[in-house]
Nanobody, 128 residues
Framework: QVQLVESGGGLVQAGGSLRLTCAAS????????MGWFRQAPGKEREFVGA????????VYADYVKGRFTISRDSAKNTMYLQMNSLKAEDTAVYYC?????????????????????WGQGTQVTVSS
């Protein structure tokens, strides 16, 4: 069974930085595109960004482009979300997820139903 565990969330001042980590199980981690989503209370879960299989191209939502960076280390079965210049509107629970089909590059914003395994989420709170 694929298991995903997020960590690294916390409380930070506006303008600060955090790095989130997604630790994944499975020998085929590098065969799947992975994504980051976030959800604030009372709001719809929204796409943050994603990284493709193998080497991993990346795509980002417009509201994080230039501030957030996604990377992966296939040898460690780990994906990262580096968040810089944080804003109060970035406050949310952040989730990592695995795309349903293997061997896919990412080309644009994804829907949550394109992903089949999810972590438990990690809280990011940005104070203003």
């Amino acid at each position: 069974q694929v298991q995903l565990v997020e960590s690294g969330g916390g409380l930070v001042q506006a303008g600060g930085s955090l790095r989130l980590t997604c630790a994944a199980s499975g020998r085929t981690f590098s065969n799947y595109a992975m994504g980051w989503f976030r959800q604030a209370p009372g709001k719809e879960r929204e796409f943050v960004g994603a990284i493709g299989w193998s080497v991993g191209n990346t795509v980002y939502a417009d509201y994080v482009k230039g501030r957030f960076t996604i990377s992966r280390d296939s040898a460690k079965n780990t994906m990262y979300l580096q968040m810089n210049s944080l804003k109060a509107e970035d406050t949310a629970v952040y989730y990592c997820a695995r795309r349903r089909r293997a061997f896919q590059f990412v080309t644009g914003a994804d829907n949550a139903d394109d992903y089949d395994y999810w972590g438990q989420g990690t809280q990011v709170t940005v104070s203003s």
